[in-house]
């Protein structure tokens, strides 16, 4: 079974209806990417996920370690993310980095990350994260006493990734990290989710910037108001003439 399968998902905004209807999986270990222009649903669907909107129909399954199971082995289950509160979704062991950041400004940046920790009760484990934390964004160890509002677009970036990552999540969902930023920067966000990735972290990512979100992931869904219209391989979406034409811009 998949980490995380989305099963025909409706989303109402009151009359209008967002999102008609979608499926799709992602693997563990897979960086998949929801493609599409803007207003085609992609925010809506982390909302959904993620418990921030409401649902009206379909099911967002998410495969969870089995607690008080002998560590040799690993059993699993599934949770119906529709029926758990968004604050419990955190400790199940997804993260979510919004779209425009939403740092806490007033806060400096080692509070903000101490707040992406909240669901854990280890100590020396939290302290663990945050010096590889620290390591993966070596900025955010230089300004750590920073008031975070004061950060540049690409530090807020940096922050809110670190943020999420503070609560040592399976899944990452992250919507348009390359919002707003230089191309300079946008290459370095796109390592730093490569890195994530990497070192075993499954990344669901959104985004605008087409052709460098399929650079980075596995497979790739393209949406067009509240349908998916093509899937597949991103290598393969990548070369196709319609998602060139829509997507790539050229
Ligand atoms: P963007 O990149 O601009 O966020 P998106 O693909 O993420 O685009 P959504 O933000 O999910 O798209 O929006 C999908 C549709 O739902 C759009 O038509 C949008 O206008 C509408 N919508 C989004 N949020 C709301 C809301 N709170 N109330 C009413 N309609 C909404």
Same mark, same amino acid.
């Given at each position: 079974m998949a980490l995380l399968k989305v099963t025909d998902l409706q989303v109402y905004y009151g009359v209008i209806q967002a999102i008609k209807g979608i499926s799709f999986e992602v693997n563990a270990g897979e960086v998949i990417a929801l493609i599409g222009a803007n207003g085609a649903g992609k925010t809506t669907i982390l909302h959904a996920i993620t418990g921030l909107v409401p649902v009206k129909s379909g099911s967002i399954e998410f495969e969870v370690p089995k607690t008080g199971m002998n560590d040799k082995d690993i059993v699993t289950e599934t949770v119906n993310l529709r029926k758990t509160p968004a604050h419990k979704i955190v400790s199940l062991g997804m993260a979510h980095v919004p779209e425009g950041r939403r740092i806490f400004s007033q806060l400096t940046v080692l509070e903000n990350l101490k707040m992406g920790a909240y669901t854990r009760n280890d100590k020396e484990e939290m302290e663990q994260t945050l010096k590889k934390v620290y390591k993966r964004f070596p900025r955010l160890e230089e300004r750590k006493n #920073?008031?975070? /509002?004061? *950060? %540049? /677009?690409?530090? #807020? #970036?940096?922050?809110?990734? /670190? $943020?999420?990552?503070? %609560?040592? !999540? $399976? &899944? &990452?969902?992250?919507?348009? !990290? %390359?919002?707003? *930023? %230089? !191309? &300079? *920067?946008v290459e370095e966000i796109f390592d730093i989710i490569k890195e994530i990735s990497k070192s075993g972290t499954t990344v669901l990512l959104v985004e605008q910037n087409a052709k460098k979100a399929l650079s980075i992931a596995n497979r790739a869904y393209v949406l067009e108001t509240g349908n998916i219209v093509l899937e597949g391989d991103a290598k393969e979406l990548m070369n196709d003439e319609s998602v060139k034409k829509a997507y790539l811009g050229e």
């Open positions: #920073q008031v975070a /509002g004061t *950060l %540049s /677009g690409g530090e #807020q #970036q940096m922050l809110a990734m /670190g $943020r999420a990552l503070m %609560s040592h !999540p $399976r &899944i &990452i969902l992250m919507d348009e !990290p %390359s919002m707003g *930023l %230089s !191309p &300079i *920067l």
